[in-house]
């Protein structure tokens, strides 16, 4: 039986790799996140300091280091580049299948094990987010794994009918707290927020009697501040408290303001869910409901995942700053419910409802009209340059990107998935029919990222890419004039400034600079900057502007 399990979980691992590893690097780091952290970590290297975060050479105090520690190390085996940035992303991606596996057999059996990441790996956000350089991956991962730990406690310590808790309640505490810390350590203290107000709601759900106790939840938060104090502790003893205070107040900032610039309508992580998540935030309805529970565990972890979904989606529902992957820890319980509702109805413990493929197949044609939407807009796309008002848009459809047709057999396969899926479905084979679901919007977007993005991302910012490349080792200053891009840091490698001048834009367009200076900016807003001495426009492309102004000579 356990060799079984050991190869069950390297062929996982194996099938992992390759959706999420192949063509990390075949396009360019998106702004702002991708390339922000990116040059977090890359600045780390240049600077050899690996207890401050640091982007243009200033500290960044909105983010812990454990992510940029993984990019860093990424980075100094594989270069700086994209495949680099993201391979600890992609590695997550093994972890979390891989996870889900174990614990889902734990719970169940195998089958289960293998719909839960069959759901994970099959969904559209969580596998995106695999491909991707931010940090929320392993933050979800830790933050879960955590909560994990804590119900294995739970359930241990009040004699749960759970066969194969071996181990002391103080074991599951300590685990439970090391995850803690290391989630903490990846994007801060929210990891505990959350974790602390699902322990609230079931608490009050457990009609307010204590199912912890109290030594044991000082442990817990003994072992994950130890954890955490190994970069939290070290840069107050090293540096003073200023970056850590900093770093509060930001996270202060961001959940009360709309400081991340995205403000959003309440429901906004709702639709997101609904979206992102398919086909899983579909499949997952069935089991928001009351169904019958095989035992006391069953009904129990259900419960904790339904109150995990709604605490993380309620309170960044309430939080002001609305971005998508905020609520992308409620992936965890979406894709288990939906890998619930194709067990129980597997075992015929929970009756099929039409309208669930209804609703799946509605969504799904949704998303595949918008897959099949983008080869046929890219190839008209000169016919629809003139209905289109906002100019730098039209200078961005007119870069030179050749599209054959055969991108749209992505959205064919969608549609493929759908017709089979609901085939199945109808003749009630469920095993079936999860594994044409999953497995095609899998192998969906593992097509989309290497056929369909790359050719999307040169009409966004190719052409100021490409510029910041070209200026790699030439000794000037380069930034953007009108917009924010973290894009000058990372693609020109820049140098530590050695005149803290370089830091004005003012001096960089009027002053006595000792170097050229190189400027991007957009149609739309270069107007202005034309009209100071010395500027030469050296040529527009795809609706930038790149200008340049020579070395001021005395």
Known sequence: MRAIKVSNVVLLAVVAALLFIPFLGRVHLFDWDEINFAECAREMIKLDDYSRIYVNFKPFWEKPPMFFWMQSTAMKLFGINEFASRLPN???????????????????????????????GGSLFPNMYFKSGIIDPWFNLFTFV??????????????????????????????????????????????????????????????????????????????????????????????????????????????????????????????????????????????????????????????????????????????????????????FPVTFLAAYTFYKWDLKEMPYKKYIGVLVTILGVLVAVALLGVTLVALNLKKIIPYVKDPFAQANMAAD???????????????????????MLRKQRFTQAAWTYFGGTA????????????????????????????????????????????????????????????YSEEWLLK?????????????????GYLQHAGILELYRKNGFVFLKREKVTK
């Open 511 to 527: 002053g006595d600079i000792d170097k050229p200076a190189y400027f991007v900016t957009k149609i739309d807003r270069v107007e």
């Open 146 to 331: 955590s909560l994990y730990y804590f119900i294995l406690y739970h359930w241990k310590r009040n004699d749960y009918d759970k066969p194969g808790l071996n181990r002391t309640p103080l074991f599951y505490a300590v685990w439970s707290g090391l995850f803690m810390g290391l989630a903490i350590l990846t994007k801060g203290q929210v990891a505990l927020m959350v974790f602390l107000l699902v322990l609230g709601v079931y608490f009050i759900w457990n009609r307010f009697r204590f199912f912890f106790g109290w030594g044991h939840a000082l442990l817990f938060l003994v072992v994950a501040t130890a954890v955490s104090c190994t970069w939290y502790g070290w840069e107050t003893w090293k540096n003073g408290p200023w970056f850590i205070t900093e770093f509060l107040k930001y996270q202060y900032r961001l959940f009360t303001t709309h400081d991340a610039g995205q403000a959003g309508f309440f429901g906004y992580h709702y639709v997101v869910i609904l979206i992102g998540c398919f086909p899983s935030s579909i499949f997952a309805i069935p089991s928001f409901f009351k169904t019958t529970a095989s035992s006391r565990y069953d009904k129990d972890f259900k419960r904790w995942m339904v109150i995990l979904f709604w605490v993380v989606t309620i309170l960044f529902s309430i939080v002001q700053s609305r971005i998508i992957h905020y609520s992308s820890l409620a992936w």
């Open 90 to 120: 992609a590695l997550c991606g093994i972890v979390t299948l891989v996870t889900l596996f174990l614990i889902g057999s734990r719970l169940y059996d195998r089958k289960f094990g293998i719909l839960w990441a069959l759901a994970y």
């Open 443 to 502: 192998l969906v977007i593992f097509l989309a990222a290497a056929i369909i993005v790359p050719k999307v991302e040169r009409y966004s910012q190719g052409a100021a890419i490409d510029f910041f490349e070209a200026r790699q080792g030439e000794d000037c200053y380069v930034t953007v004039l009108g917009y924010w891009s973290y894009a000058p840091f990372f693609y020109t490698h820049k140098e530590k400034p050695a005149n803290e001048n370089a």
């Open 401 to 423: 990107v050749h599209w054959s047709g055969w991108e749209g057999a992505v959205g064919t396969l969608m549609v493929i998935t759908l017709i089979v899926g609901v085939m």
